[in-house]
């Protein structure tokens, strides 16, 4: 069997979903694409590819493995970042074997030797038969996080739920013949409704679930997270370890470390780490026309079809609504923005803008840094140098 490398190539327009992480560190279901394929192919990747700009965070997420170099010249199956549901098929590739995307033509697997892996990933195929696939694999845009959601929670969730084993709960009421997994630290309140009909349930290690809560499988609550009083949680949904939550949410991933613990419906969208939804917030995630949404992935980039006709917004890490926002269809709204307005917020908004009814400006690097350590330290989480140095990095690619 060969061993496995994930390489995220930098291509696509995945901003604001990779600006602080790989591609494969995306949380694309209930999993990031790595913990997907690390089960899928039952090993962890012996070594990491990635652009030059997020090495050092990548090191700092994964310190135990290589990062940039190949550690073996064995036969390497090699994973695009950017394949949310990679098969189990490819392991059968042979050496100098890869399979490419329709379209762009962007590696999207292949079998290498070690040594050969990093000139692969840096575009040398001169020694590779390729073959095309037959559809799309590859997520390009933001909104594709969107397109592959259903499948890639249903995936997670099989495995995750595949020995479950029933959990006797005083005053909780189960619903439908899925399975429903419930980790045994995890504090489930009387008076919550646990509804597996469509599709089951995972409710991971620390979770709380507040008194008065529906959760609608298939659904995924990841450790520490907390579903507060009333809250609605819809079918395919994914919150990330540490996130509050409460109102209505459906079809929404949160990456981690982000809240939505007031009033106000969230639907079919992603959320970063370290977001913040104020009360009352709410979206929009359906065109009073029913029509395809049309969004634009950068802020000067053209407006594309996305092949969706359910699709909220793709909230950056470190994004910030103040009480009642209203966020209309398809907005895309990049890392480090701040909203404080009464007009709806809409459209592809640039990271680091900071935007309110006098009108909108940059956000000081130095005031967003201020607010994200106090942030990130009620989590008793300190910003890395490296960290810092990418939201520089990032800050100063904007022009702010």
């Given at each position: 069997m060969?061993?496995?490398?994930?390489f995220?190539?930098?291509?696509g327009?995945?901003?604001?979903l990779?600006d602080l992480?790989a591609?494969?560190?995306?949380?694309?279901?209930?999993?990031t694409?790595?913990?997907r394929?690390s089960?899928?192919?039952?090993q962890r990747?012996d070594?990491l590819?990635?652009?030059?700009?997020?090495q050092?965070?990548?090191s700092?997420?994964?310190?135990d493995?290589?990062?940039?170099h190949?550690?073996?010249n064995e036969?390497?199956?090699l994973?695009n970042?950017?394949?949310?549901?990679?098969?189990i098929?490819?392991?059968?590739l042979?050496?100098g074997e890869g399979?490419?995307e329709?379209?762009t033509?962007d590696?999207?697997?292949?079998?290498?030797?070690g040594?050969e892996?990093?000139?692969v990933?840096?575009?040398r195929?001169?020694?590779?038969?390729v073959?095309t696939?037959?559809?799309?694999?590859?997520m390009?845009r933001?909104?594709?996080?969107?397109t592959?959601?259903?499948n890639?929670?249903?995936?997670?969730?099989?495995?995750?739920?595949?020995?479950?084993?029933?959990r006797?709960l005083p005053g909780?009421?189960?619903?439908?013949?899925?399975?429903?997994l419930i980790?045994?630290s995890?504090?489930?309140?009387?008076?919550?409704?646990l509804?597996?009909?469509?599709?089951?349930i995972?409710i991971e290690?620390d979770?709380?679930?507040?008194?008065g809560?529906?959760?609608?499988g298939?659904v995924y609550v990841g450790p520490?997270a907390?579903?507060?009083?009333r809250?609605?949680?819809?079918?395919?949904s994914?919150i990330g370890p540490?996130?509050k939550?409460?109102?209505?949410?459906?079809g929404?991933?949160?990456?981690g470390?982000?809240?939505?613990?007031?009033d106000?419906?969230?639907?079919?969208s992603?959320?970063?780490e370290?977001?913040?939804?104020g009360?009352?917030?709410t979206n929009?995630?359906?065109l009073?026309t029913?029509?395809?949404v049309?969004?634009r992935a950068?802020p000067?980039?053209?407006?594309?079809?996305?092949?969706?006709?359910?699709?909220?917004?793709?909230?950056?890490?470190?994004?910030?609504?103040?009480?009642?926002s209203?966020i209309?269809t398809?907005s895309?709204?990049?890392?480090g923005?701040?909203f404080a307005?009464?007009?709806?917020?809409?459209?592809?908004?640039g990271a680091f803008t900071?935007?309110?009814?006098a009108?909108t400006?940059?956000?000081?690097?130095?005031?967003?840094v201020e607010v994200a350590?106090?942030?990130m330290g009620?989590?008793?989480?300190?910003?890395s140098a490296a960290?810092?140095?990418?939201?520089?990095q990032?800050h100063e690619?904007?022009g702010?």
């Amino acid at each position: 069997m060969p061993s496995l490398m994930l390489f995220d190539d930098g291509l696509g327009q995945l901003a604001p979903l990779a600006d602080l992480r790989a591609s494969f560190d995306i949380r694309t279901g209930a999993k990031t694409t790595f913990a997907r394929a690390s089960a899928i192919y039952g090993q962890r990747p012996d070594a990491l590819f990635v652009p030059p700009a997020i090495q050092a965070l990548t090191s700092e997420r994964h310190s135990d493995i290589a990062v940039n170099h190949a550690v073996s010249n064995e036969p390497t199956l090699l994973v695009n970042g950017r394949c949310p549901l990679p098969s189990i098929d490819w392991m059968q590739l042979s050496v100098g074997e890869g399979l490419v995307e329709p379209g762009t033509q962007d590696l999207v697997a292949a079998c290498v030797a070690g040594s050969e892996a990093g000139p692969v990933v840096a575009g040398r195929r001169e020694r590779l038969k390729v073959s095309t696939l037959p559809a799309p694999a590859l997520m390009n845009r933001p909104w594709h996080v969107r397109t592959h959601r259903d499948n890639a929670i249903r995936a997670d969730l099989a495995v995750l739920t595949a020995h479950a084993r029933p959990r006797a709960l005083p005053g909780v009421t189960f619903i439908g013949s899925n399975p429903i997994l419930i980790h045994e630290s995890a504090r489930v309140s009387p008076g919550v409704i646990l509804d597996a009909e469509s599709g089951p349930i995972v409710i991971e290690e620390d979770a709380v679930v507040r008194p008065g809560s529906i959760i609608v499988g298939p659904v995924y609550v990841g450790p520490h997270a907390t579903v507060l009083d009333r809250c609605l949680l819809k079918s395919f949904s994914a919150i990330g370890p540490y996130c509050k939550i409460a109102g209505e949410v459906g079809g929404t991933i949160f990456q981690g470390f982000a809240n939505k613990a007031h009033d106000g419906h969230l639907g079919d969208s992603w959320v970063g780490e370290w977001a913040n939804l104020g009360a009352g917030t709410t979206n929009s995630n359906l065109l009073n026309t029913y029509d395809q949404v049309i969004c634009r992935a950068t802020p000067s980039g053209p407006n594309e079809r996305t092949g969706e006709q359910f699709l909220g917004a793709i909230i950056g890490d470190h994004v910030k609504l103040a009480i009642c926002s209203r966020i209309m269809t398809g907005s895309i709204l990049h890392t480090g923005c701040m909203f404080a307005q009464s007009a709806a917020v809409s459209g592809c908004v640039g990271a680091f803008t900071w935007a309110t009814d006098a009108g909108t400006r940059s956000y000081r690097l130095d005031k967003f840094v201020e607010v994200a350590r106090a942030v990130m330290g009620r989590r008793k989480i300190a910003p890395s140098a490296a960290y810092l140095a990418r939201l520089g990095q990032l800050h100063e690619a904007c022009g702010t």
